[in-house]
């Protein structure tokens, strides 16, 4: 069993910033892949960024390139998303997820488990 939580959300107004956190415990090992997704009210679960297990690998949606950065810190079990640039239309809740494998993938039937999401809205 994997617990993540994830922190760092709140209020932004257009063209500010927020990094987002999601810690990972009950895993010994770090060699899984992860990933962010986000709802918006009305909408399905979407892609946003995933990184592989040692981190030199990501792929993010087009919306977030040359936006958004994931990131990951071993040592602290520990996966950021540094979002900048941010738009209303980024307004939702972010959830990160852990995988079983090494891997990076964007696909939301890839990932075990979840946290509970950190809410972003962005004011116009």
């Known amino acids: 069993q994997v617990q993540l939580v994830e922190s760092g959300g709140g209020l932004v107004q257009a063209g500010g910033s927020l990094r987002l956190s999601c810690a990972a415990s009950?895993?010994?090992?770090?060699?899984?892949?992860l990933g962010w997704f986000r709802q918006a009210p009305g909408k399905e679960r979407e892609f946003v960024a995933t990184?592989?297990?040692?981190?030199?690998?990501?792929l993010y949606t087009d919306s977030a390139k040359g936006r958004f950065t994931i990131s990951r810190d071993n040592a602290k079990n520990t996966v950021y998303l540094q979002m900048n640039s941010l738009k209303p239309e980024d307004t939702a809740v972010y959830y990160c997820?852990?995988?079983?494998?090494?891997?990076?993938?964007?696909?939301?039937?890839?990932?075990?488990?979840w946290g509970q999401g950190t809410q972003v809205t962005v004011s116009s």
């Open positions: 997820g852990v995988r079983g494998t090494w891997a990076a993938s964007s696909r939301l039937s890839a990932y075990d488990y």
């Open positions: 009950g895993r010994t090992s770090s060699n899984y892949g």
């Open positions: 990184i592989n297990w040692n981190g030199g690998g990501t």
